[in-house]
């Protein structure tokens, strides 16, 4: 087949402006760090810095929760619907200049333009609408149960989705009275100091949204400063256990939201291009840099030649290159950390003798690129079948029965998120009822609402984002 060339459609960033260092934002203003200490964020894709960040110290940290402290007394004040008037106000100030944090997002973290423009930005806007609404409804509710704020709050946030993870975290603690700490991560913190701007710029009482950058070190600063009263953590299940250990003696508020490795489970009843299109956004979708991406494809036994070759085929015409190409479906990845830890679990995959299929493409010269991959000849016992990649590469298991699908997608100690590919409504219902997961699509995949509760089960962690649950990680009753 001959392949369609594509014409470069690059996206100016000449919309944003990067400032050479940034400071932390506490108490209604950037601020020098009391550590003197600065990293470097780059792009992923050039490997170009783009900016100087500081790296929160104990101090700085110390300062961000008494501005929270003092933010507190300004926002437990608030009516309710004047806190629901500053959500309103950062949601279309976020889309007015929506533009310029997709480009910054993409900039920053490696994701394609198309992605950052039409997925991330439309959901971050669309949370802080959603729980704008809520402020104002909390007491009606939860019937004769009185619910009150935590208080200050510590959030701490991985780097695939940054703004967006900001906004299921900011917008439901605002929104429910308490104020904010955020430490972003240190690879992509560019949106998060975007975001800060528009706090100061709508006149966001001092205090209520806090912004500490730094490291893995400035998020355990944040986990054990004994002014918070609850923590709000996105990231790794190994992050996520050494903060519950570190938080364990005290009477604080927790959830985690952490890894996971779902199945997308193909029958052989399903309509199989349509399935093809949904295991091909399952996984490559943010170069599988998703927590709840669909890294495990379960194909029943007698679809399997056929699926595989319709699967690599469109594998094939996926475009690797510049995020801000509006043509690109996989950009870089996030860093060389990240990329090492992919390269070095598919070559484990490799030598424990799974078949790799890799699509061919060029590479730009510099930055972070890993090919599109997948793995057939995979046995439930492989790394690749049981660790969480976070990358572009997707592991394939089959079935023959709807019992073993089930029996082999429960096998995990993560429980996040899961797929069901079928014509019969009665076998989305009957699999869905037995999978370990959080949340389930059927005959669909990846689909985000700010109405709909998200989180895990097992070593995925517990606690809900979004929806009328995700409000109640932000409340507690009253005592
Ligand atoms: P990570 O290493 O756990 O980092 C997450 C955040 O925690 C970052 O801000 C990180 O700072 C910070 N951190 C690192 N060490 C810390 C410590 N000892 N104490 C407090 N904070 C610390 O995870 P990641 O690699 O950024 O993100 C990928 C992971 O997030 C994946 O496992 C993915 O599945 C998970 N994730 C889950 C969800 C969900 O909703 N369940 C959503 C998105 C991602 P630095 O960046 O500076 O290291
Ligand atoms: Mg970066």
């Not at 100030?93 to 910054?104: G, K, N, P, T, Y």
Request: charged residues 25%; contains cysteine; proline residues 4%.
């Amino acid at each position: 087949m001959d392949k369609w060339e594509y014409s470069e459609s690059i996206e100016s960033d000449s919309i944003v402006s990067i400032q050479s260092k940034y400071g932390h934002f506490i108490d209604g203003k950037f601020s020098t760090p009391n550590s003197k200490k600065y990293l470097k964020t780059v792009s992923p894709s050039t490997e170009e810095v783009l900016a100087s960040i500081s790296i929160g110290n104990k101090n700085d940290v110390d300062s961000a929760v008494n501005s929270a402290k003092e933010g507190l007394k300004i926002w437990s004040k608030t009516a309710p619907s004047e806190r629901a008037k500053y959500l309103y106000k950062l949601a279309r100030l976020i889309q007015e200049r929506s533009r310029e944090f997709a480009v910054l997002e993409s900039m920053d973290g490696g994701k394609p333009i198309k992605e950052s423009r039409d997925f991330d930005l439309p959901q971050v806007a669309a949370n802080f609408f959603y729980f704008a609404g809520w402020a104002d409804k909390l007491d009606i509710s939860w019937g004769t149960k009185e619910m009150k704020p935590y208080g200050v709050v510590g959030q701490i946030i991985p780097w695939n989705f940054p703004l967006l993870m900001l906004a299921w975290k900011v917008a439901p603690a605002l929104a429910t009275g308490n104020t904010v700490v955020l430490k972003p991560a240190e690879t992509t913190p560019l949106t998060a100091l975007l975001f800060a701007e528009l706090c100061e710029e709508i006149g966001l009482p001092k205090g209520v949204f806090n912004l500490v950058t730094g490291d893995g070190t400035t998020g355990s600063e944040l986990v054990n400063h004994e002014g918070i009263s609850k923590i709000a953590f996105t990231g790794s299940t190994s992050v996520g256990k050494y903060i519950q250990n570190a938080v364990g003696e005290r009477d604080i508020g927790l959830t985690l939201e952490l890894g996971g490795k779902a199945a997308n489970i193909v029958y052989n009843d399903a309509a199989l291009d349509q399935a093809v299109e949904g295991v091909v956004n399952g996984i490559f979708f943010n170069q599988g840099h998703v927590c709840c991406a669909g890294s495990r494809l379960l194909l029943q036994e007698d679809i399997h030649d056929e699926f595989i070759n319709k699967l690599e085929k469109r594998m094939q015409t996926l475009r690797v290159g510049n995020p801000l190409d509006k043509n690109t479906d996989i950009g870089a990845i996030n860093s060389k950390e990240q990329l090492e830890k992919i390269t070095s679990l598919v070559n484990e995959g490799v030598n424990d003798g799974g078949e790799l299929f890799q699509i061919e493409c060029d590479l730009p010269s510099s930055g972070y690129w890993f090919r599109p991959s997948l793995f057939t000849n995979v046995q439930p016992s492989y790394n690749i079948a049981r660790e969480e990649i976070f990358g572009p590469v997707l592991t394939t298991l089959t079935f023959r029965t709807p019992e073993e699908a089930v029996e082999i997608a429960n096998n995990t100690e993560y429980g996040l998120s899961a797929g069901v590919w079928t014509e019969k409504g009665s076998k989305i219902l009957w699999t869905a009822d037995r999978l370990d997961a959080g949340v389930i699509w059927a005959n669909t995949f990846n689909k985000f609402d700010p109405s709909s509760p998200f989180g895990g089960y097992k070593e995925s962690g517990f606690g809900r984002e979004g929806g009328r649950h995700g409000l109640l990680s932000y409340l507690k009753v009253q005592s």
